[in-house]
T-cell receptor, first 117, second 112 residues
Framework: QKEVEQNSGPLSVPEGAIASLNCTYS??????FFWYRQYSGKSPELIMF????GDKEDGRFTAQLNKASQYVSLLIRDSQPSDSATYLC?????????????????FGQGTILTVHP | EAQVTQNPRYLITVTGKKLTVTCSQN?????MSWYRQDPGLGLRQIYY???????DKGDVPEGYKVSRKEKRNFPLILESPSPNQTSLYFC???????????FGPGTRLTVL
C-alpha cells in the first residue's frame, strides 16, 4: 500500500517559534510533493511544492525534501496564530496510467498545528 | 474569477435516496477529481477524470459513480447513499497530471 504518513500531532508552538512538520512517503516513484494548509471547515490551499532534493524557501516557509530517506518537511518560521490550521502533505507519483500521463496525488492524514500567543 | 464550485454545500439525506453533487470549474482544466475527507484519514480519492468521457477509480470508489460529459463539469453520484458515506467531499481540478490541485469549497454530506 503506497502511503504518506505525517507526524501525528497535534503540534503546539508559541508565537514566534519555528514549527516543524514532517512527512514520509513509501512510493519511491513519487516525483513531487505538496504542502497544503486547511482551516477548519475550509478547502485545502497550496502553500508550497517541491520536487528537487534540498530546501525551497518562500517567505516564512521552507520545504525540505530528501528522496533517499523518503522524507519531506515544512518549517514555518516566526509562527503566527493565523498559522493555526491542519497541514496536509501530499505526494504525486510519476508515470502513466492507461496511456495518459497522470500522477496520482496521495495525501497524508494531516497534522493539526496550534500557535498560541 | 478562476474557481471550482460545488453544490450543494450542505446536504442531509436519508439512506437509499439517490443524490448528485455537482462540480464545475472555469479554468479549462483537463483533470478533475473527487475526494472525501474523514477525521484521522486525510483526503482519499474517490474518482478522477483525465478528460471528457475518461474516468477511473481512485482509492475508495465503492458506492459512487461519476461522469464527465463536458470538460467543465464532473458530478458525483450516490445512487443509494448509506450512513458510512457521511463525510466532507471535495472536488478538485488541475491543468495537468502533475500540477497542484485547485479545490472546491467542499460539500458536507450527512446520510441518516
Amino acid at each position: 500500500q503506497k502511503e504518506v504518513e505525517q507526524n501525528s500531532g497535534p503540534l503546539s508552538v508559541p508565537e514566534g517559534a519555528i514549527a516543524s512538520l514532517n512527512c514520509t512517503y513509501s512510493d519511491r516513484g513519487s516525483q513531487s510533493f505538496f504542502w497544503y494548509r486547511q482551516y477548519s471547515g475550509k478547502s485545502p490551499e497550496l502553500i508550497m511544492f517541491i520536487y528537487s532534493n534540498g530546501d525551497k524557501e518562500d517567505g516564512r516557509f521552507t520545504a525540505q525534501l530528501n528522496k533517499a530517506s523518503q522524507y519531506v518537511s515544512l518549517l514555518i518560521r516566526d509562527s503566527q496564530p493565523s498559522d493555526s490550521a491542519t497541514y496536509l502533505c501530499a505526494a504525486r507519483s510519476g508515470g502513466r496510467l492507461g496511456g495518459t500521463s497522470y500522477g496520482k496525488l496521495t495525501f497524508g492524514q494531516g497534522t493539526i498545528l496550534t500557535v498560541h500567543p | 474569477e478562476a474557481q471550482v464550485t460545488q453544490n450543494p454545500r450542505y446536504l442531509i439525506t436519508v439512506t437509499g435516496k439517490k443524490l448528485t453533487v455537482t462540480c464545475s470549474q472555469n479554468m479549462n482544466h483537463e483533470y478533475m477529481s473527487w475526494y472525501r475527507q474523514d477525521p484521522g484519514l486525510g483526503l482519499r480519492q474517490i474518482y478522477y477524470s483525465m478528460n471528457v468521457e475518461v474516468t477511473d477509480k481512485g482509492d475508495v470508489p465503492e458506492g459512487y459513480k461519476v461522469s464527465r460529459k463536458e470538460k467543465r463539469n464532473f458530478p458525483l453520484i450516490l445512487e443509494s447513499p448509506s450512513p458510512n458515506q457521511t463525510s466532507l467531499y471535495f472536488c478538485a481540478s488541475t491543468p495537468s497530471g502533475f500540477s497542484e490541485q485547485f479545490f472546491g469549497p467542499g460539500t458536507r454530506l450527512t446520510v441518516l
